[in-house]
């Protein structure tokens, strides 16, 4: 499969705790994006980075990248209740317009 | 901030029928892409499109599917004669400048019931 594959499938934990999930992938990338989808709702992007990038933060969210490994994980950081969402790494592999192959995804839950 | 639209938010149709999902993305965007998810399955790309011309299109884009933009804001998906197994999230999605090593933004989906 070209697509990223997350681990684990869920994640459950409490408030204040660190989350991290990770993804690998088998073909070559472009770059690897990190979304979040709430129950029902569409995917908000978290993060991109680039196949040249090692690691990339943004608020209490981190991202590193090894593509030796062809791996990425994804770390939150002080989780709260509110971050309960599912996460999937997308990866753009360089095709004309960067179609992304997105993984089956993280179910995070974080209980007050 | 910006966002994509979509509308309806959920189109129930009865088989066979053609069913036409709308999508207003980012004004200054200039890519654009359709997606579907079906219930507990991957996020599955169908096209890409790009000056009025389709890009790329995966293997699930047959010919029932095609894509518009009619004019400067809608970008549309229709699916001429609908089966069972269309059922799912579909969501627009459109990516700005500088393509490469941007994001893709998306809507929040229109949930497509076929009955």
């Known amino acids: 499969s070209q697509q990223g594959e997350e681990d684990p499938q869920a994640l459950s934990i409490q408030e204040g705790e660190n989350a991290t999930m990770n993804c690998s992938y088998k073909?070559?990338?472009?770059?690897l994006q990190w979304y979040r989808q709430n129950s029902g709702r569409g995917l908000v992007h978290l993060i991109l980075?680039?196949?040249?990038?090692r690691e990339k933060h943004s608020g209490r969210l981190r991202v590193t990248l090894d593509t030796s490994k062809k791996s990425s994980s994804l770390l939150i950081t002080a989780s709260r209740a509110a971050d309960t969402a599912s996460y999937f790494c997308?990866?753009?592999?360089?095709?004309?317009?960067?179609?992304?192959?997105f993984g089956r995804g993280t179910q995070l839950t974080v209980w007050p | 901030e910006p966002e994509v639209t979509q509308t309806p938010s959920h189109q129930v149709t009865q088989m066979g029928q053609e069913v036409i999902l709308r999508c207003v993305p980012i004004?200054?965007?200039?890519?654009f892409y359709w997606y579907r998810q079906i219930l507990g399955q991957k996020v599955e790309f169908l096209v890409s499109?790009?000056?009025?011309?389709?890009?790329?299109k995966s293997e699930i884009f047959d010919d029932q599917f095609s894509v518009e933009r009619p004019d400067g804001s809608n970008f549309t998906l229709k699916i001429r004669s609908t089966k069972l197994e269309d059922s799912a999230m579909y969501f627009c999605?459109?990516?700005?400048?500088?393509?490469?090593?941007?994001?893709?933004?998306f809507g929040d989906g229109t949930r497509l019931s076929i009955l």
């Open positions: 999605a459109s990516k700005g400048e500088g393509y490469s090593n941007q994001p893709q933004h």
């Open positions: 073909t070559s990338i472009n770059n």
């Open positions: 980075i680039r196949s040249n990038e």
């Open positions: 997308a990866r753009d592999r360089g095709s004309t317009l960067g179609r992304l192959y």
């Open positions: 004004s200054n965007h200039l890519y």
């Open positions: 499109f790009y000056n009025n011309e389709i890009s790329e």
